[in-house]
């Protein structure tokens, strides 16, 4: 699909929230954006800027062109770390990409706790200071690139581990979205159980046939499949919403849904990573 399809033509798009969210925390999320997609390299491309996403005119210029099988998106509302390119989502490591919606809470408390258990061949790729980069690279010391749901499974228990020896109650709120280009991994997860938003869509053949006036659903495949923090238009019957502490995973048009939930974190000499 040409990313435009995505960020810029459905009735509820990713720029159209960035200053009207329904669903979010933050109703305009205007501190950077970033766009990642799978084309003719090996690695992943990625667009990051600070600006808000609906007044950078070289997004809407480059998504006007660019189509990929594969595309991550996000808009950021900072929750304290600057507003700077190496902060914004997605994140990226080899053909890996990484993008979260929620915190770590009280960063400052755990930061420093959750740095030193990075792997010490990964800490020199870490580029921002967001909790979100730093998970994604717990996520890696975890073993992301073997078994992700494991890995994250582990980072988040880390996470809770760390946070609660420094008395914070609720240390994680997360919606995770990652992936190696050929699978994507979706998470939605919180500490309190009452996690953000998070929505997949049926299968597009059915809604075809519903829906044959519908331009967007006649360009798309039958694999088609779109994980969001809010749906992207009011379609009747389009969206379903995925379950709290619920893993979803994708590859081509097959999808499946697993239940969730942190496990211990292994020890430092245990833990394996690829730099």
């Known amino acids: 699909m040409l990313l435009a399809d995505l960020l810029f033509a459905q009735e509820n798009s990713l720029v ?34 600070t600006e808000p996403a609906w007044s950078d005119r070289n997004l809407r210029e480059i998504s006007g062109h660019a189509s990929a099988g594969r595309v991550f998106a996000h808009i950021r509302a900072t929750t304290g770390s600057p507003v700077q390119q190496t902060n914004c989502h ?8 990484w993008m979260h919606n929620g915190a770590i809470a009280d960063f400052t408390l755990v ?53 609660r020896r420094h008395g914070v109650e609720h240390p994680i709120q997360m919606t995770v979205a990652t992936t190696d280009g050929e699978t994507t991994w979706a998470f939605r997860y919180s500490s309190e159980g009452k996690s953000r938003s998070l929505f997949h869509n049926t299968d597009v053949s059915t809604l075809r046939l519903q829906h044959p006036d519908n331009p967007t659903l006649q360009r798309v495949s039958d694999d088609a499949r779109l994980v969001v923090s809010e749906p992207l238009g009011s379609l009747k019957g389009a969206w379903r ?9 994708i590859r081509g048009g097959q999808e499946q849904m697993h239940p969730f939930s942190p496990s211990p974190a292994p020890s430092p000499s245990s833990a394996t990573a690829t730099s």
């Open 241 to 249: 919403e995925v379950p709290e502490s619920s893993c979803l995973v």
């Open 111 to 163: 930061k420093r706790d959750l740095t030193l258990e990075v792997e010490p061949a990964l800490f020199p790729h870490i580029e921002g200071s967001t909790d979100s980069e730093l998970f994604f690279f717990l996520a890696l010391t975890y073993g992301l690139e073997q078994d992700p749901p494991a890995a994250v499974a582990r980072a988040v228990g880390f996470i809770e581990e760390t946070g």
């Open 16 to 49: 159209v929230q960035s200053r009207h969210s329904r669903l979010g925390v933050e109703a305009v999320n205007g501190d950077g954006f970033g766009v990642g997609w799978y084309g003719a390299q090996e690695e992943p491309g990625i667009y990051h800027s």
């Open 90 to 97: 997605p994140f990226r490591h080899g053909r890996w990409l």
